[in-house]
């Protein structure tokens, strides 16, 4: 599988022996797709592989640590969704890869995209691959966009950007473009300032500025956030449609599960700055993994189960200036224990892999394991 | 049976109220502005009489038809010599001005989008300048190059630079932050196309406040410095120089002060009328309309 998150050499030796039957153990629901997906990413070069990325905030009294050493790959034309709750890291995450983060920021590890590691990437270049090959959607197309400049502008500006084309005929190919997404009379509504467009409409203009030279990947950070619930299904349509035309491979960030179900391939759950279970779409609303995941899925109101009280994942976030050692959600985990303390690797589980002891560890032998990791920390 | 009133589309028109023009109060300090400018154009034609022509038997003269605004010490025509003031003054103050801004909004504009070091070197060296006080620094520098209506223009832009620069930089800083310029990087728009085409645009707007403001200043302290006999030097007619010359008879011939100390109110009005109309189109809440 993807690299695993190797943190202490000595938990290596422990792992060995369990993966393997905590693989066959899983009531895994590998269905034909999952595992042609799982059979082509051991074959084909990742589009964007994250190794190890960690970004820290720093602050005049304290280091907030946003994204706590995430490893992550995502297949070329792939559909990953990035779930987690505000504040967990996720448009962090693709802040990173844009290279838009603050300066105070400091992001260590490596973004590989095609191969070629981001973060150490000279300024200029990181330019010329933004809104080229690499674009991103943000939230709030309320405010992403110019309210002094005319819609049209601002995607042909994209462009212009990029290419040595003509004004006219980066006129000519944002029209195309506007019609693309979706606006009705593009050529009459090119010159008109946002304000004048309702907000589905401005995140078509936004999407299409996106997709202005296109892109292999696409980030899209909470794209259906801000608008309402039947324009969010138009704008998840015409993305799903769009990546498939243009053959992209889009990071949907959300915290959105039922976003998650409608249109991902495969699924990274991240939480307090880490990413807890990768896994296909099926596989994890099927048989979630990581307690985590499960509280989330069990937090979500479902049909069958009409009454009574919403299930509500104890606890509080962990500070991210003071984050907790090894795993990050252990204070709200109800199968908590000693070995906790340590990060926990990434292992093999189905079609995916989790970021959690249960996986490794086996309960019995769990007070002895303990001894042996903090006998050696 | 019911006669249909015609529907009027009043409410059409009122719904472009040009706010970037300042609205109603700006309008009517445009006009006031475009009719002095027009007066200061158009001088020779509109003067009377020749604002250097001694008349011996009309010294103090008092107002009448053929001179509106009286006569001086040496008998020359008041409203001729306020016209032909109208181009000194007008022309300081709004030369002026924008000599400052074409300094003080790129350095601003740098200092703000760039931060860091830049930043710090570039505000250090505006601070230095806005230490001084004003009037100080105009002196000493009409001290090194003489006085006349060039050097007051120069030592008012040098004035003026600094307060420029920094009103530039407080808005672009807030500009710089706006997630359209965050999408415009995104886009992989170069850091020149972004401050021209998106962190200028709007952050513009309360330098061209303050800018309207400032000329307003400018009249001012260019007559201080006339008065001074620091700025135009006699015979030219300009309003602080006639300001200086007709304290000295204030009780005898006041229409010697009056008028040109009205000339003054008059544009400081214009300028003013200005800045507010535009301050108020400029408002966040009145944008968002």
């Given at each position: 599988?993807?690299?695993?998150?190797?943190?202490?050499?000595?938990?290596?030796?422990?792992?060995?022996?369990?993966?393997?039957?905590?693989?066959?153990?899983?009531?895994?629901?590998?269905?034909?797709?999952?595992?042609?997906?799982?059979?082509?990413?051991?074959?084909?070069?990742?589009?964007?592989?994250?190794?190890?990325?960690?970004?820290?905030?720093?602050?005049?009294?304290?280091?907030?640590?946003?994204?706590?050493?995430?490893?992550?790959?995502?297949?070329?034309?792939?559909?990953?969704?990035?779930?987690?709750?505000?504040?967990?890291?996720?448009?962090?995450?693709?802040?990173?890869?844009?290279?838009?983060?603050?300066?105070?920021?400091?992001?260590?590890?490596?973004?590989?995209?095609?191969?070629?590691?981001?973060?150490?990437?000279?300024?200029?270049?990181?330019?010329?691959?933004?809104?080229?090959?690499?674009?991103?959607?943000?939230?709030?197309?309320?405010?992403?966009?110019?309210?002094?400049?005319?819609?049209?502008?601002?995607?042909?500006?994209?462009?212009?950007?990029?290419?040595?084309?003509?004004?006219?005929?980066?006129?000519?190919?944002?029209?195309?473009?506007?019609?693309?997404?979706?606006?009705?009379?593009?050529?009459?509504?090119?010159?008109?300032?946002?304000?004048?467009?309702?907000?589905?409409?401005?995140?078509?203009?936004?999407?299409?500025?996106?997709?202005?030279?296109?892109?292999?990947?696409?980030?899209?950070?909470?794209?259906?956030?801000?608008?309402?619930?039947?324009?969010?299904?138009?704008?998840?349509?015409?993305?799903?449609?769009?990546?498939?035309?243009?053959?992209?491979?889009?990071?949907?960030?959300?915290?959105?599960?039922?976003?998650?179900?409608?249109?991902?391939?495969?699924?990274?759950?991240?939480?307090?700055?880490?990413?807890?279970?990768?896994?296909?779409?099926?596989?994890?609303?099927?048989?979630?993994?990581?307690?985590?995941?499960?509280?989330?899925?069990?937090?979500?109101?479902?049909?069958?189960?009409?009454?009574?009280?919403?299930?509500?994942?104890?606890?509080?976030?962990?500070?991210?200036?003071?984050?907790?050692?090894?795993?990050?959600?252990?204070?709200?985990?109800?199968?908590?224990?000693?070995?906790?303390?340590?990060?926990?690797?990434?292992?093999?589980?189905?079609?995916?892999?989790?970021?959690?002891?249960?996986?490794?560890?086996?309960?019995?032998?769990?007070?002895?394991?303990?001894?042996?990791?903090?006998?050696?920390? | 049976?019911?006669?249909?009133?015609?529907?009027?589309?009043?409410?059409?028109?009122?719904?472009?109220?040009?706010?970037?023009?300042?609205?109603?109060?700006?309008?009517?300090?445009?006009?006031?502005?475009g009719v002095l400018v027009l007066v200061a154009l158009l001088a020779p034609v509109l003067a009377p009489h020749s604002t250097e022509a001694i008349d011996g038997s009309r010294i103090f003269g008092a107002p009448d038809w053929s001179h509106p605004f009286g006569s001086d010490d040496l008998g020359r025509d008041v409203f001729?010599?306020?016209?032909?003031?109208?181009?000194?003054?007008?022309?300081?103050?709004?030369?002026?001005?924008?000599?400052?801004?074409?300094?003080?909004?790129?350095?601003?504009?740098?200092?703000?989008?760039?931060?860091?070091?830049?930043?710090?070197?570039?505000?250090?060296?505006?601070?230095?300048?806005?230490?001084?006080?004003?009037?100080?620094?105009?002196?000493?520098?009409?001290?090194?190059?003489?006085?006349?209506?060039?050097?007051?223009?120069?030592?008012?832009?040098?004035?003026?630079?600094?307060?420029?620069?920094?009103?530039?930089?407080?808005?672009?800083?807030?500009?710089?932050?706006?997630?359209?310029?965050?999408?415009?990087?995104?886009?992989?728009?170069?850091?020149?196309?972004?401050?021209?085409?998106?962190?200028?645009?709007?952050?513009?707007?309360?330098?061209?406040?303050?800018?309207?403001?400032?000329?307003?200043?400018?009249?001012?302290?260019?007559?201080?410095?006339?008065?001074?006999?620091?700025?135009?030097?006699?015979?030219?007619?300009?309003?602080?120089?006639?300001?200086?010359?007709?304290?000295?008879?204030?009780?005898?011939?006041?229409?010697?002060?009056?008028?040109?100390?009205?000339?003054?109110?008059?544009?400081?009005?214009?300028?003013?009328?200005?800045?507010?109309?535009?301050?108020?189109?400029?408002?966040?809440?009145?944008?968002?309309?």
């Amino acid at each position: 599988m993807s690299a695993p998150l190797e943190k202490d050499g000595q938990e290596d030796g422990q792992k060995g022996g369990t993966v393997g039957a905590a693989v066959t153990a899983s009531p895994t629901t590998a269905s034909s797709t999952t595992a042609s997906s799982t059979t082509a990413s051991a074959t084909a070069a990742p589009i964007l592989a994250f190794d190890d990325v960690r970004v820290d905030y720093r602050g005049r009294s304290s280091t907030v640590s946003a994204v706590a050493g995430v490893s992550l790959e995502l297949r070329a034309g792939e559909t990953f969704g990035l779930v987690g709750e505000s504040g967990c890291g996720k448009t962090t995450l693709s802040m990173a890869v844009m290279g838009l983060l603050p300066d105070r920021a400091q992001v260590s590890g490596e973004i590989r995209f095609r191969g070629e590691d981001l973060v150490t990437m000279p300024a200029g270049r990181r330019r010329r691959l933004r809104g080229d090959d690499v674009s991103m959607v943000f939230q709030d197309p309320a405010t992403s966009l110019d309210a002094t400049f005319p819609i049209g502008e601002q995607v042909a500006e994209t462009i212009r950007a990029h290419r040595s084309v003509s004004r006219r005929e980066a006129r000519d190919r944002a029209l195309q473009l506007l019609a693309e997404v979706g606006i009705p009379d593009p050529a009459a509504r090119y010159s008109d300032p946002p304000h004048r467009l309702s907000g589905g409409m401005r995140q078509r203009v936004v999407i299409a500025a996106a997709l202005a030279n296109d892109p292999d990947l696409l980030l899209a950070d909470e794209p259906t956030t801000a608008l309402d619930v039947t324009i969010q299904a138009q704008i998840l349509d015409l993305l799903a449609q769009l990546k498939q035309r243009h053959g992209m491979t889009m990071l949907l960030i959300t915290h959105d599960l039922g976003v998650v179900a409608q249109i991902c391939d495969r699924v990274g759950v991240m939480y307090a700055g880490q990413l807890v279970e990768v896994a296909p779409v099926d596989q994890l609303f099927a048989a979630p993994r990581h307690p985590y995941t499960r509280a989330l899925l069990q937090a979500l109101p479902s049909r069958a189960q009409r009454s009574g009280r919403l299930a509500v994942v104890e606890g509080q976030v962990p500070d991210l200036s003071e984050p907790p050692s090894g795993c990050r959600f252990k204070e709200r985990c109800p199968h908590r224990m000693p070995v906790c303390d340590t990060t926990p690797a990434a292992t093999p589980a189905g079609a995916g892999s989790v970021a959690c002891w249960l996986e490794t560890v086996d309960r019995a032998t769990n007070v002895e394991l303990a001894e042996q990791v903090g006998g050696a920390a | 049976m019911i006669a249909l009133e015609p529907v009027t589309v009043t409410s059409r028109r009122r719904r472009i109220p040009m706010p970037r023009w300042g609205g109603r109060e700006g309008m009517a300090g445009w006009i006031i502005l475009g009719v002095l400018v027009l007066v200061a154009l158009l001088a020779p034609v509109l003067a009377p009489h020749s604002t250097e022509a001694i008349d011996g038997s009309r010294i103090f003269g008092a107002p009448d038809w053929s001179h509106p605004f009286g006569s001086d010490d040496l008998g020359r025509d008041v409203f001729s010599r306020v016209l032909y003031a109208y181009r000194a003054s007008l022309s300081i103050a709004i030369g002026s001005v924008l000599l400052a801004m074409a300094v003080g909004i790129p350095i601003g504009l740098i200092a703000g989008y760039a931060g860091g070091w830049t930043d710090l070197v570039l505000m250090r060296a505006v601070d230095l300048l806005l230490a001084f006080p004003a009037l100080l620094l105009a002196i000493s520098l009409i001290a090194i190059l003489g006085p006349g209506g060039l050097v007051a223009l120069l030592a008012i832009a040098i004035i003026y630079v600094p307060i420029m620069a920094r009103v530039v930089r407080s808005s672009v800083l807030v500009v710089r932050n706006q997630p359209y310029v965050l999408g415009a990087r995104a886009r992989g728009a170069s850091h020149w196309a972004i401050v021209r085409g998106h962190v200028l645009p709007n952050a513009i707007g309360p330098a061209l406040v303050q800018a309207s403001v400032l000329m307003a200043f400018a009249i001012i302290i260019e007559a201080a410095l006339s008065f001074l006999g620091l700025g135009a030097q006699p015979p030219t007619p300009e309003l602080g120089l006639m300001l200086a010359e007709g304290n000295n008879y204030l009780t005898q011939a006041p229409w010697v002060e009056i008028f040109p100390g009205l000339a003054i109110a008059l544009s400081v009005l214009a300028f003013n009328l200005i800045g507010d109309g535009l301050r108020r189109s400029f408002d966040p809440g009145q944008l968002a309309r």
